[in-house]
């Protein structure tokens, strides 16, 4: 397991120090978008991946992608709460979605996929993310990519929204020899293209680049992408406003 006990500990002093940085390196950013409560009435579906048997992408079997999204997913929570929204999980604990979806044993992944969407569809959110890490053959790609479905505008903006948050932190420093995935792409999967409320899939960086998992691996940089996306997530509200 890369995330220990304390990690939730962790990930919240850091997110401290990040925000008490903010208040002394105020960046371009409008002032009132970290005070106050700027999500008040707001509703949001965070679906961190995998869960339970389905660890999703993993690195030397201790390097799990469920338990980084959720950790991440968990804080992303706490920052949403903070900013008053409501958070709908999908899960918030290490366990799948396949409960909500009686059925086959042996149909464990669609049930879970269905699960996943059924908490999505019925939530009357104001939109959802589904968290992921990738993988690639290829060592040297790295990177962030949010999936959005085509011929849906408005998750075209969020994922837009969102990639440019992520980007500073999970596209910095690109270096010769190296694939930096740094742009929101089209893709065709069932929770885009059936979710009734805008929605992405947020692949936050490869398990496969030794330089993204030294990113997503350390608790303080899983605030940073918390922090990131919860960002991204007030200013596509306050855009679509
Ligand atoms: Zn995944």
Redesign the pocket.
């Known amino acids: 397991m890369v995330v220990p006990p304390a990690a939730g500990g962790a990930v919240l002093a850091c997110a401290v120090l990040l925000w008490i940085g903010s208040l002394f390196y105020p960046s371009a950013r409008p002032v009132s978008l970290y005070y106050g409560r700027p999500l008040k009435g707001s509703v949001i579906v965070l679906d961190p991946?995998?869960g339970g048997i389905d660890s999703?992408?993993h690195y030397e079997e201790r390097i799990l992608?469920k338990d980084i999204?959720l950790a991440v997913g968990l804080e992303l929570r706490r920052l949403l709460n903070q900013a008053g929204a409501t958070v709908i999980m999908t899960r918030e604990r290490d366990e799948d979605t396949s409960k909500y979806i009686p059925g086959d044993p042996a149909s464990r992944y669609q049930r879970d996929m269905h699960g996943r969407l059924k908490v999505i569809n019925e939530s009357g959110a104001d939109l959802f993310l589904s968290l992921?890490?990738?993988s690639f053959s290829d060592p040297t790609v790295r990177g962030a990519i949010a999936f959005y479905s085509p011929g849906r505008p408005e998750n075209k903006i969020l994922a837009e929204t969102i990639q440019k948050q992520v980007n500073p932190l999970m596209a910095s420093d690109p270096k010769p020899g190296q694939t930096v995935h740094s742009s929101p792409k089209e893709g065709s999967y069932l929770l885009i293209n059936e979710a009734n409320i805008p929605g992405i899939i947020l692949?936050m960086g490869f398990m496969t680049s030794p330089i993204d998992r030294e990113i997503f691996t350390e608790p303080c940089n899983q605030g940073k992408l918390a922090q990131a996306i919860f960002l991204g997530i007030v200013e596509y509200i306050y855009t679509k406003a």
């Open positions: 991946g995998h999703g992408s992608e999204v992921h890490l990738n692949e």
